[in-house]
């Protein structure tokens, strides 16, 4: 068995902006007007966990003919030679602005395929409306494609999950008859190179069932159990756990990590979310084009979640890792997980949390992240560091000022044994900052968060606040471990306010290694 572990870098972005209402809802779902969210958009909750997956890839490449050509808007590069990339949607099938903005992105990246997490077809499945909400905007990936909105694929590259509004017209018929799937359409397997798929119907009207022990979820323990995909994701609409309106889907809270599952992918709420339970990462993309909801009670095992704009996830696949990120139309970063075919199981600590930091609230000028770049002249305290949180091991006098430093800057030294470390693995970071910050080891970034994507000066604002669900809690990721070296290391970090009247700032980290 291989050990599969989780690398999660999240950055936060500002919302895509406001769409026009929508109207009529659905049995089972409320639909709202978007921008009508209220109170907190962000969750965050227990530290990240691992999973595990069987064996190795012995598929082919990845499946990409009659892929779209790029368009605007396509920021991200081109997956390598051997690398499989896919778009994954939820909740989406709307006629309205945030649908068409969606799939204008996702065309721009130029995926091998499309698949989704179910609800296609508002309000109630309807055949009269499944062209307009779905064929319209995604005709490109369909095959056979009978519709009217232009050419469908030479080859099928559309595989969704039906929720429950595709169920609301009393039968499942209208979705059946307009996608040709493999297996009995509801359910289903597809292999793409070093990644399989498991497309779920986790609506109660299932014939099926939707319990472990029923015929759906032997085909499931039997498929996971056989396949030898490096990486093993399950696509259902019901999360089995959610923050969001809906909450926990608890019918669907099977046992994928004992069957061999490594990400599950959800829908239902309208919101994206990261959870991890019971080892087992879970992610709710809800977000592709009905209205969004705010989050309504934290569910265990809850990360970090996202409210304020509609998204797809972009899913990235090779032999040696499987990235999943969040994005916003204009190519905004949300959130990021990383999952690695084999890491380290034992670690050992590089920085402990309350080290000794040195710190400058002046732009210290270029060069400031290299290990060379002489900081003895800055002031120094032991972590925490900031102002107006609580807890503070050190307070940073920026905060008796009226008008806060937009941005304040910090190193710390250490010393790493050769021995003690599986040098190129990744290291295990628990960080919490207040608002945004970028991470450097050894002068080369490895981590972002709540910051856009690109050049930052000592101007740059953070995207966003902090919302008091998130801080000031420590969260646990996987950084890139190619940069440590054997001897003298140093951390760099910048952290960026959102607003200079802001009340509170936060710093605090900690850094371990993989034992070898």
């Known amino acids: 068995m291989s050990r599969v572990a989780l690398w999660l870098v999240l950055l936060t972005a500002c919302p895509a902006g406001q769409v026009a209402s929508e109207t009529g809802h659905g049995a089972g779902d409320e639909v709202t007007a978007p921008g009508g969210s209220s109170g907190s958009d962000e969750v965050g909750g227990a530290a990240a966990g691992t999973a595990t997956a069987a064996g190795a890839s012995t598929g082919g490449p990845a499946d990409s003919a009659g892929s779209p050509t790029s368009g605007a808007g396509d920021t991200g590069e081109a997956p390598l030679p051997g690398t499989v990339r896919f778009a994954v949607i939820g909740d989406y099938g709307l006629d309205l602005e945030p649908t068409r903005e969606v799939a204008a992105m996702i065309t721009g990246w130029a995926p091998d395929f499309v698949a989704t997490v179910g609800d296609n077809n508002y309000f109630i499945g309807s055949a009269a409306t499944i062209d307009l909400n779905i064929g319209k905007h995604y005709h490109a990936f369909i095959a056979p494609y009978q519709g009217v909105y232009g050419l469908g694929a030479t080859e099928n590259r559309f595989f969704p999950c039906p929720g429950n509004h595709d169920w609301d017209g009393g039968s499942l018929d209208p979705y059946l008859d307009f996608f040709t799937l493999p297996g009995n359409e509801r359910y289903y397997r597809l292999r793409r190179g070093p990644v399989e798929l498991f497309f779920l119907d986790s609506d109660p009207r299932e014939p099926d069932g939707v319990a472990p022990e029923t015929v759906q979820g032997q085909w499931l323990e039997a498929a996971l159990g056989e396949s030898d995909a490096t990486f093993k994701v399950v696509l259902l609409h019901h999360p089995p756990r959610s923050s969001g309106y809906h909450r926990d889907s608890t019918w669907m809270q099977w046992p994928f990590a004992a069957w061999g599952a490594d990400l599950v992918l959800g829908g239902h709420d309208h919101n994206y979310e990261r959870i991890v339970a019971d080892g087992l ?15 309504v009670l934290e569910t265990m095992g809850s990360q970090r979640g996202h409210s304020d704009s509609y998204g797809a996830l972009r899913v990235t696949v090779d032999e040696e890792k499987l990235v999943a990120e969040f994005v916003a139309p204009g190519q905004l970063l949300i959130d990021r997980v990383t999952l690695f075919a084999g890491a380290p199981e034992q670690w050992a600590p590089l920085v402990a949390t309350g080290a000794t930091w040195r710190y400058a609230e002046h732009d210290p000028g270029p060069g400031w992240t290299a290990p060379e770049f002489v900081d003895a002249g800055w002031a120094s305290g032991a972590a925490p560091l900031g102002y107006g949180v609580g807890g503070e091991g050190t307070t940073l006098p920026g905060g008796e000022l009226p008008v806060k430093p937009m941005t304040t800057y910090l190193r710390h030294h250490f010393v790493a044994d050769e021995a003690s470390f599986v040098a190129g693995a990744p ?12 991470v450097y080891l050894n002068g080369v970034e490895v981590y972002r968060i709540n910051l856009p994507e690109g050049a930052v000066t000592r101007g740059t604002r953070a995207v ?9 809690r420590m969260s646990e990721t996987l950084i890139a471990g190619d940069a440590l070296v054997a001897g ?5 970090v910048e952290v960026h306010q959102h607003f200079v009247y802001s009340s509170d700032l936060r710093l605090e980290l900690e850094l371990a290694a993989g034992v070898p």
Request: glycine letters at 10%.
């Open 281 to 295: 990462p879970l992610l709710v993309n809800g977000a592709s084009g009905a209205a969004l909801r705010p989050f």
């Open 427 to 438: 290291l295990r970071m628990r960080l919490a900052v207040d608002d945004g910050a970028v």
């Open 464 to 472: 966003r606040t902090v919302g008091e669900w998130f801080a000031p």
């Open 488 to 492: 003298d290391n140093v951390l760099a």
